[in-house]
Nanobody, 115 residues
Framework: QVQLVESGGGSVQAGGSLRLSCVAS????????MGWFRQAPGNKREMVAG???????NYVDSVKGRFTISRDNAKNTVYLQMNGLKPEDTALYYC?????????WGKGTLVTVSS
């Protein structure tokens, strides 16, 4: 059973920064694709950023140039560095792990950006 635990959320003013972390259990981490998703009230969950096992990254257009996803396989951890935060970034942020066709989710960490 894979467990994902997110941390690093909080309340910041517009223009501020936060770094989210997600620690995964299990020995498959280095072979897994990882991602960060978010869901704002009344909205569907959307992918924010993803990183493959080989380190290739992709981002939703709205965060390109502001957010950076990275991973540390030695620590079974994926990060999301968020700079230049905007009120529209306010959401519950979820960590996702995909491995051999199975998707696992964390419980989320809340990010609130005030104007």
């Amino acid at each position: 059973q894979v467990q994902l635990v997110e941390s690093g959320g909080g309340s910041v003013q517009a223009g501020g920064s936060l770094r989210l972390s997600c620690v995964a259990s299990g020995s498959m981490f280095s072979s897994a694709a990882m991602g960060w998703f978010r869901q704002a009230p009344g909205n569907k969950r959307e992918m924010v950023a993803g990183i493959t096992s080989g380190g290739f990254t992709n981002y939703v257009d709205s965060v390109k140039g502001r957010f950076t996803i990275s991973r540390d396989n030695a620590k079974n951890t994926v990060y999301l560095q968020m700079n230049g935060l905007k009120p529209e970034d306010t959401a519950l942020y979820y960590c996702n792990l995909q491995w051999v066709g199975v998707s696992y989710w964390g419980k989320g960490t809340l990010v609130t950006v005030s104007s």
